[in-house]
């Protein structure tokens, strides 16, 4: 499902865009329409954030344009399918200051801020693989996938604190059982982001290492066979 991280061998450039947010999958519910600010504000972190993107796009296999915006008090990340005109066939990622200020406090080593791109970057995996899931279980099977890639960055990147990424999205759970945007509860995510870590340390005990398209199969599996409040 995910490739072994690879060092920066190449600057990728941060791309811009002036989002609508329309079809979008929030990391913790709806959004408004965001200014872009395009970076972080800090050099140092926008180039580690670029070797995450570096990773992520080789791990999931797509390019999504990624920015920065002022999410205020909200503390939200999503996913569009909106994209900058022949350079981002596969939408946008972005990622709230205010949310990534936040994680970057709760974690060592910053870790929960891959977590959440992994989740953002998973909903693009799911657009592009034509997967037509409702909400919660679209929610949870981009956090199957990104359980998945926090295995193997653990396993070649020492400095992730995993636990810390699991309980990130356990606390981003809800209880809205009705809502438009529930996500899945506690529970529910960090069973999905769990089982999608072990799923990849399991067959990586085994000598095989997951294709996109069979931990892609193995997600949406996961989400739509078993009881998932």
Not at 12 to 25: E, H, I, P
Request: glycine content about 8%; overall charge negative.
């Amino acid at each position: 499902m995910v490739c072994k991280l690879i060092p920066v061998s190449a600057i990728l450039v941060l791309l811009f865009l002036n989002s609508r947010s329309q079809d979008c999958s929030a990391i913790g519910g709806s959004q408004g329409q965001p200014e872009n600010l395009g970076t972080s504000g800090n050099p140092q972190i926008d180039q580690i954030i670029i070797q995450e993107l570096q990773n992520l796009s080789k791990s999931f296999g797509v390019h999504p344009a990624f920015y920065f915006f002022d999410d205020g008090t909200a503390h939200n990340a999503f996913s569009t399918s909106e994209s900058l005109k022949d350079f981002s066939a596969d939408g946008t990622v972005v990622f709230g200051r205010g949310l990534h200020r936040d994680q970057i406090a709760r974690s060592q080593w910053g870790t929960n801020v891959p977590i959440i791109l992994a989740h953002e970057f998973a909903h693009t995996v799911a657009r592009k693989f034509q997967l037509d899931l409702p909400t919660k279980q679209n929610e949870l099977f981009a956090d199957y996938l990104a359980g998945g890639y926090m295995y193997y960055r653990n396993r070649d990147f020492r400095t992730t604190d995993i636990q810390s990424a699991f309980q990130a999205f356990f606390n981003m759970g809800d209880n809205d059982f009705t809502g438009p945007d529930h996500h899945g509860t506690p529970e529910s995510r960090s069973r999905c982001i769990r089982q999608g870590y072990m799923d990849c340390k399991n067959a990586d005990a085994a000598g095989h290492n997951f294709t996109l398209a069979e931990g892609v199969q193995l997600g949406q599996a996961f989400v739509t066979t078993n009881d998932l409040p």
